[in-house]
């Protein structure tokens, strides 16, 4: 279905309205530039986002849930691979790919700064990002060990440590050292190759040889 014109503006707002306020952050960012950027009207703008206010947060929310529903699509595979370690590296190279994209780690940088003035915002960040990554860790988790390919008594529990493993030192790094000093390819393949292996380390399934193996057995 075309696009109508209604929904070119809001999206045309919404992309005006992130760059500003990614290049100027929230108190620096007025509706007057905004316009301009989108080369939309003022009123324009209220009549679709009510206030600057409501519109950094329809910026955050949109941008997050594009990160996370690409996360969700890779992890929707996995329940059903037939080799685990390859699907969780893939998995984990492209959380990273699009987590450590420039413009989310700025938002990401911006919400922090302005949690204090928006506590739902930091919220609405995890919740709609880290948060429905965890969730769909989670139920993958609970599908492979019931088929016997991981072993995995708390899902939940799981999934952080996987999504952390995969994400804190790389996130961090971007984070408070700049964008200049991300992680290079061959640094965030080795990482994951070590995220994946710690993780599997602790989940893959074992057999129970005491059950099964006599005590004066020799192997």
């Not at 409501?54 to 849930?65: K, N, P, Q, S, Y």
């Not at 990554?133 to 609970?142: D, H, P, R, V």
């Not at 016997?148 to 708390?154: M, T």
């Not at 996987?162 to 994400?167: D, G, S």
């Amino acid at each position: 279905m075309d696009e109508s014109r209604s929904d070119r503006k809001r999206r045309a707002i919404l992309d005006a309205a992130t760059t500003v306020f990614l290049s100027n952050g929230y108190l620096g960012t007025t509706v007057d530039e905004v316009a301009a950027v989108a080369a939309v009207s003022k009123p324009t703008i209220y009549k679709h986002f009510g206030d600057k206010r409501r519109l950094f947060v329809e910026v955050v929310a949109g941008t997050v849930d594009e990160v996370s529903d690409a996360v969700l699509a890779a992890v929707s595979g996995l329940v059903d691979t037939r080799n685990v370690e390859a699907e969780l590296r893939e998995l984990a190279q492209r959380q990273l790919a699009l987590v450590l994209r420039p413009r989310v780690i700025q938002l990401r940088r911006l919400v922090i700064g302005e949690t204090s003035r928006f506590p739902e915002l930091g919220r609405t960040f995890y919740e709609r990002g880290p948060g429905r990554t965890i969730a769909a860790l989670s139920e993958a988790f609970s599908g492979l060990d019931a088929r016997g390919a991981l072993r995995v008594a708390d899902p939940v529990a799981a999934a952080t440590q996987f999504n952390w493993l995969v994400m804190s030192a790389p996130v961090n790094q971007a984070m408070l050292l700049g964008d200049d000093r991300m992680s290079t390819a061959a640094e965030l393949g080795r990482h994951v190759e070590g995220a994946v292996r710690v993780f599997l380390a602790a989940y893959s399934p074992r057999e129970d040889l005491s059950r099964d193996q006599d005590p004066g057995d020799k192997p």
